[in-house]
């Protein structure tokens, strides 16, 4: 079945997006994979001498949220007309950068005129890729030379960086790049992302997971890189398509809806498949009770931690212990757990904390 995958490159200044691109488009062409590619939208409009001070920060920033997705919808066409079985939309910045930039009420104004919530826009993307600043541990290699439209200096390109990341935490699969490598080796690891979110060779999760003590919900709520997203998620067995889920991300006009196949090689690796599907398609689903087989609620808090992406889920029918996982490149990856949550033991290989088991067992 063709696909067409969406991916983000953000970041701060001077993070190297542009040559990511470029190097991208280039391996992932190598692979058989049509690239259709989204330049950096605030870099043309100010070089067309479209600025925030010659309009103003507010009109500025509608504008380039216009432009945007205009740009995105053409190159999505684009993908879609290919015959290609791999298709990959790169985009140089995302929609919601643009709220690192103005107060989250101008940002909800503009996107809400142009049809788009928050929620739905973070789940308009299948992967983002937060590559950090050379501010920020590559100081010798920061400059504005290259790029006539960067004007910040080192403090402020780290801030910026920061408040970049912090708009893009609740996404459903957000990535950090680093510096802790020089720039070839950024890039290296960059395309492994890449390439295990367009599914090369085979779309694999690789996620462990661990019981943790129940967590202050006042101390999670008060991290800045921390957000919460409600799910309800329902799990089938039909005779047309045999084991799937079907999940609602979100609540109201925000929710955003979602089918996943997932096909077991390991208790550790999974073979996942996801499609955004129409609210209608997901009321059609849950509403054959005689395939469902649970369906249970959680609020998921999607915590970017020292660089590192987790996500913590949160039950009605627990008030003792919660649910940490993360999810990983291979079975052998090292990882750190954080720091502000007490980890009782890892359960991935046990069966009855699988969500599919706790929807069997305490679900509707």
Known sequence: MAQI???VLTGGP??????????????LEQRG?????????ATKLINRGKTPESMGIYDFHRLLFETQLAEERCQ????????????????????MDSKAYVTPEDFARYSADCGWTENRILCAYDAVFHMVTAADG????????NNQARSEDIVLARQRDEDVKAVWVGTPHLRVIDNSTDFNGKLRRLLAETLAVVGIPEPLEIERKFLILYPNIGELAAMPLCRCVPMTQTYLDTPDEGKLRVRR???????????TIKRKISDLRRVEIEDLI???EYERYISKKEYCHGTIAKNRYCILWRDTYYELDVFPFWNQVALLEIELLSENQPFELPDFVAVLREVTHEKQFRNKSLALQYGK
């Open 249 to 259: 991300r979100g609540e109201g006009e925000d929710a955003v809806y979602i089918k």
């Open 5 to 7: 995958i969406k991916i």
């Open 14 to 27: 001077c993070a190297g997006k542009t040559s990511a691109l470029t190097y991208l488009q280039s391996e």
């Open 76 to 95: 999505e066409a684009l993908a879609a007309s290919d015959q290609a079985e791999k298709r990959v939309v790169l985009c140089d910045r995302g929609l």
């Open 33 to 41: 994979v049509s690239v259709f590619c989204v330049e950096e939208t």
């Open 138 to 145: 590559a100081e010798s290699n920061y400059s504005t030379q």
């Open 278 to 280: 129409s609210k209608e």
